[in-house]
């Protein structure tokens, strides 16, 4: 899956288990803010172009394209509240932490849910292209969203379930380090949040697999509209890409663990690079897949951005 809120967690959590000079400190956490500022800003006018412009909300795919880019904005902003937060003060209330495990969580699983759903749509309106506005209604892909959350939740709704009837209430006035693995530290909660991960990421890469082959094979039996087929084959295969990345978040602890052994002097930078890499970059992919390549999307974000420009130009003059 995309980068874990958990592993960011994590990640953090051992990036300060060393003493740091002020210098490296201020630097990891200038960068982190600044990546996190410039990619939230992007998502964020992509937002602001959906809403402006009405065309948008009645097409499937870009509905389910802003339900990424929102989940986006949630995950890298709880991600970098996490890191910034983890060295102003390293030990956070339990009750404050999982109420940021939770919404992250949330957020990070519907991502490769999302991805599936946007997959499948490509793989509808080309191999059933007189079903797809039949099956693939905006009524249908609010309803999908509301699943999408809903089994999101679930894994974390479970681990609050489990932890308020096996911890006393004090634990949640208690201060810990906060990440999934030690505020959720029993042995329930460490065994299904790695089932959860698993079935989830499995689940996915079936559905881009079977949805790349299908449209593959079926642009090569119809000649009808093959740059549709072939547009809907990238699309599907960057988003294979972005699932690739989320999945490196699974084994990030096996990554570090591989790095730091060969290169034990470099363990904090090694850790940090990791942290990058699967915790923030990924959030550039999704901005990059619609709002770079979709010519009508690029088109009336452009627009957007002109109109700003007229009315602070207009501005002074009135």
């Known amino acids: 899956m995309c980068s874990s809120i958990d592993d960011c967690e994590m990640n953090t959590s051992r990036l300060i288990n060393r003493q740091e000079f002020f210098e490296e400190t201020f630097f990891k956490n200038f960068i982190v803010f600044l990546f996190g500022i410039i990619i939230n800003c992007i998502n964020s006018l992509l937002v602001y172009t959906f809403f402006k412009n009405p065309v948008f909300a009645q097409e499937p795919r870009y509905i389910l394209y802003m339900q990424l880019i929102i989940n986006d904005i949630i995950t890298l902003s709880v991600c970098v509240i996490l890191f910034v937060l983890f060295y102003l003060m390293p030990n956070m209330n ?28 490509r793989f509808v309106a080309v191999c059933f292209p007189l079903h797809h506005a039949r099956i693939c209604t905006v009524q249908n892909t609010k309803i999908l969203i509301g699943i999408i959350w809903l089994v999101g939740a679930v894994p974390g709704v ?35 949040h790695a089932v959860f991960n698993i079935s989830y990421t499995c689940l996915v890469w079936v559905l881009l697999f079977y949805t790349y082959f299908k449209v593959l094979f079926s642009a090569k039996a119809a000649a009808s509209e093959p740059a549709q087929a072939q547009k809907a084959r990238r699309t599907i ?82």
Request: glycine share 4%.
């Open 94 to 121: 339990v009750a404050i932490c999982c109420i940021f495990i939770f919404i992250g969580s949330n957020a990070y699983k519907n991502t490769p849910l999302t991805l599936a759903g946007m997959a499948i749509e």
């Open 158 to 192: 479970l681990d609050l379930l489990v932890v308020l009837a096996l911890h006393p209430l004090s634990f949640f006035t208690t201060s810990r380090t906060c990440y999934h693995q030690n505020v959720f530290d029993l042995e329930y909660n460490i065994i299904s």
């Open 237 to 318: 295969l960057l988003h294979g890409v972005q699932l690739l990345l989320c999945t490196l978040s699974l084994f990030t602890t096996v990554l570090d663990g591989a790095l730091t052994s060969l290169f034990p002097y470099y363990q904090s930078v090694i850790y940090f690079c990791t942290f990058l890499l699967t915790s923030i970059l990924p959030r550039l992919l999704s901005p990059l897949i619609y709002g770079m390549r979709d010519q009508k999307f690029k088109k009336y974000m452009k627009s957007s951005l002109m109109c700003g420009s007229d009315k602070r130009a207009i501005k002074p003059s009135e």
